[in-house]
């Protein structure tokens, strides 16, 4: 028994929705060979360049659109999906040699990668220690008597995840609607009552041919998502279960959907779920060079398999209940960008959760590796680096040792789409030198894109902060601040209405302050330098935002940090308090936000901190504040890999429930 399970209270021991059939669709393709992900530290295009055109999207089934077959059929009407500078693909087989052109590039004698038979990646960009220009010579301190800009508070969701956006609801392993709570270990879903002085368990259900999957919960019509991959597949498909909860006790699975495509992005906007799917390199019949087989020989077959592939091996799949599987998107429903992203294919698919097989489906003929949603927009980035050409045999060392993937050229490229139900409608497209970490480098406040970038082989070696305002069909830059952290690699971005606070490490912590009050003119605050780094900033409200990371344990060593950092004033950034861990701890809430609890009543938050020796151990963090000080016990919870589902989750009557890998049960604070 652990230190957390004597602290637990005592542990005592409707009608299935109409399913929405898929509709008839004129012909079916064969089906696509196994298609090869392109993951984030392998193949990737080569220089990029403008992109042009735009495309109109249908939607999959009774809406006309996507699905069902890869020849040039004349859907019901369409609306207006890609307004903006992409266009869509004439036909099918304008569409097939817009892939078959860009796959002859990439091939050689190995298969994917360039004809000399070398990989091609990209590598992140290698700081430098060149000696820039100072800091406060280039961006003033503003005066911030004047200004407005201020730090707000962000709690979970209301089923209970710490999500990125207001609003905008993110899979979790658990899920709750104050009166139910569900949680969902690899392929089991189990259901908890948890209105009583208990929780109490009340059913579970074994989730079909699905592994490592998350859930969303409509709780106005009873419903979960469960997300995961296809278990019963040996390429990255993604599968999505529909799960009744009409009977609590007896969840049932209603509807089954499969994707030939992995998943990149998963969120829920009400009863709309859209997916964002990230489709690789199709899986050809190619040879190698070998004894019986010169290179010539291998390069000139496996060109051939190129120049004879179908649309089919391109674009992905998508099967509802079982049926056989149909192409996704129609090929007018595709922007054909010329060589500018990374070959594959991005699918945006939207559904309601009533109707997991009506799907409104999009695309475009080219990889990007980011999506961000705000309340009622999508931005898609495909990010910018330092790209490089490696050995085959180099490959497996990089993936381990390089920094994280970005393709080819300086620049990165994003496209914002306004959402509307189930559907999305590309509106524009822009660019900014440098490159985009992730997500959270992401971020849209009164109708401005906001993008925190790291240095690129197009950039000076520093991070920028740049905003971006919609002119006509463009994203068009609105401002900018360059030249923080020079030398430094960018960790963590929080983003407020006219605040933004961001962190950059080297050998110290420089934590920025930057007012964008006035978007245009983005100015700099404040600088804090402190040992250590946090990799994730949560906000508190406007006087207070903790960060979690990384830094020295005080005894020479490193371990898990939290700070408590005093933001009222803007220009006087503070840390008013650090937790150091042991040597060889770390906060999980650094890589997995959701690992962290926010609750302002009881001036307390809960984050998950693992320790590794013999074996993997998780505790519960658990720190009250007072003052400007943490007051932290520590709880003994988990061990091995159930620590990953370590969750504490509010409830709506301010109650706590501790998840873990077996149970779930009421803790008292």
């Known amino acids: 028994m652990t230190d957390l399970e004597r602290l637990w209270d005592d542990y005592p021991t409707g009608p299935t929705p109409t399913r929405e059939i898929l509709a008839a669709a004129a012909g079916r393709p064969r089906h696509p060979r196994r298609r090869r992900p392109l993951r984030r530290a392998l193949v990737t295009a080569g220089a990029l360049t403008a992109l042009v055109g735009a495309f109109v999207a249908g939607t999959l089934g009774q809406d006309g659109g996507g699905g069902g077959g890869g020849g040039d059929r004349t859907s019901t009407p369409r609306y207006a999906a890609f307004q903006a500078d992409l266009k869509p693909a004439a036909s099918c087989a304008d569409l097939r040699q817009v892939y078959v052109d860009r796959g002859l590039d990439l091939v050689g004698p190995y298969g994917w990668g360039d004809p000399h038979g070398r990989t091609v990646i990209g590598s992140g960009f290698s700081q430098s220690s060149d000696d820039l220009a100072s800091l406060a010579d280039r961006n003033p301190t503003f005066n911030a008597s004047k200004s407005l800009a201020r730090s707000q508070r962000q709690v979970n969701s209301e089923t209970g995840t710490n999500v990125q956006e207001a609003g905008v609801d993110e899979p979790d392993t658990v899920k709750t609607d104050g009166s139910l709570l569900a949680v969902v270990r690899d392929d089991r879903i189990t259901t908890y009552d948890v209105t009583g002085a208990a929780t109490r368990r009340l059913g579970s259900l074994v989730l079909p041919r699905v592994a490592n999957a998350e859930i969303l919960l409509d709780s106005a019509t009873g419903t979960i998502i469960a997300v995961g991959s296809d278990a019963s597949a040996r390429s990255e498909r993604t599968r999505v279960l529909t799960v009744s909860l009409a009977e609590p006790a007896e969840p049932a699975v209603t509807d089954q959907v499969v994707y030939d495509a992995p998943l990149l992005s998963a969120r829920q906007h009400g009863s709309t779920v859209r997916l964002v799917l990230a489709s690789g390199l199709p899986d050809l019949d ?7 087989r010169s290179a010539k020989r291998a390069l000139a077959h496996n060109r051939k398999a190129v120049e004879e592939s179908t649309i089919e091996d391109w674009l992905p799949t998508i099967a509802v209940d079982g049926d056989d599987p149909e192409q996704l998107l129609d090929c007018a429903d595709v ?124 950039t000076g070696n520093f991070n920028s902060v740049v905003t971006f305002e919609r002119r006509g069909k463009e994203l068009v830059e609105r401002g900018r601040l360059d030249r923080l952290g020079p030398g430094e690699d960018l960790q963590s971005v929080r983003w407020f209405d006219g605040l933004a606070i961001l962190v950059t490490f080297r050998q110290v912590d420089p ?42 344990d005080g005894k020479g060593g490193w371990g898990a940090q939290i700070g408590l950092f005093d933001v009222r004033d803007p220009t006087a950034v503070k840390r008013r308090d650090v937790l150091h861990y042991a040597s060889g701890m770390e906060a999980l809430a650094g890589t997995d936000p959701r690992a962290f609890t926010w609750l302002p009543d009881q001036r307390t938050f809960l984050t998950v901190v ?44 301010g109650r706590v429930v501790v998840v873990t890998g077996e149970d779930a049960r009421f803790f008292a604070l």
């Open 286 to 292: 190619f040879v190698s060079p070998g004894p019986a």
């Open 335 to 458: 922007a054909v960008p010329s060589d500018d992203l990374a070959l594959g294919t991005t699918s945006v698919a939207g559904f309601d959760t009533g109707s997991p097989g009506k799907v409104s489906a999009i695309g475009l003929a080219g990889r990007t590796d980011i999506a961000y949603e705000s309340a009622d927009h999508l931005y898609l980035a495909a990010s910018g680096g330092w790209g490089g050409v490696l050995r085959e045999n180099d490959l497996i060392d990089c993936v381990r040792r390089c920094p994280v993937w970005s393709g080819p050229g300086g620049t990165s490229y994003l496209f914002d789409f306004t959402l509307d139900g189930t559907r999305a409608t590309h509106v524009a497209s822009g660019e900014v030198e440098g490159s985009v970490r992730d997500r959270w480098s992401l971020d849209e406040a009164d109708d401005v894109l906001r993008v925190a970038v790291g240095p690129t082989a197009e």
């Open 511 to 552: 934590l920025y302050a930057v007012d964008l009050t006035d978007t245009a003119h983005p100015r700099l605050l404040s600088k804090l330098k402190i040992p250590g780094f946090s990799s994730y900033l949560h906000p508190l409200g406007p006087a207070r935002m903790v960060g979690i990371g990384e830094g020295p």
């Open 610 to 653: 693992q320790k590794w020796g013999s074996r993997r151990v998780g505790y519960l963090s658990v720190i009250r504040l007072e003052g400007g000080t943490m007051h932290e016990q520590r709880y003994k919870a988990e061990y091995g890999d159930d620590v990953d589902h370590l969750r504490a989750v509010p409830l709506p009557d």
